[in-house]
């Protein structure tokens, strides 16, 4: 059983909206740390947003000022909402949770659960 479900995915011209969520509801463990990654084919997993179970909120500079992460811990869901998409942001998006170095909260390899994926693409 997947522990973590994105959904929210699809197809949306350049400057448009999307919002992403990842059911959360799964996981019997306390979770610390929850982000959104992204991934093209050829290219590395990379990390754009990640939050604390405080509420703390970190982006990547490729990000930041366009997409928004959020949580609602209660019903162990988090979501991302992606404004002013352009081309480049079209990539298979996946949530993962764990318990990262507070220094490497956007790197991969801190993360032990992922989810299936979800993918976005953007029209220019």
């Known amino acids: 059983v997947q522990a973590l479900v994105e959904s929210g995915g699809g197809s949306v011209q350049s400057g448009g909206s999307l919002r992403l969520s990842c059911d959360a509801s799964?996981?019997?463990?306390?979770?610390?740390?929850m982000a959104w990654f992204r991934q093209v084919p050829g290219k590395e997993r990379e990390g754009i947003a990640a939050?604390?179970?405080?509420?703390?909120?970190i982006y990547d500079d490729s990000v930041k000022g366009r997409f928004t992460i959020s949580q609602d811990n209660a019903k162990k869901q988090l979501y991302l909402q992606m404004d002013s998409l352009k081309a480049e942001d079209t990539a298979m998006y996946y949530c993962?949770?764990?318990?990262?170095?507070?220094?490497?909260?956007?790197?991969?390899?801190?993360?032990?659960?992922w989810g299936q994926g979800t993918q976005v693409t953007v029209s220019s």
């Open positions: 939050i604390a179970s405080d509420g703390e909120t």
């Open positions: 799964r996981f019997l463990s306390t979770i610390y740390w």
């Open positions: 993962a949770a764990g318990f990262p170095a507070y220094s490497h909260v956007l790197s991969s390899s801190e993360y032990n659960y």
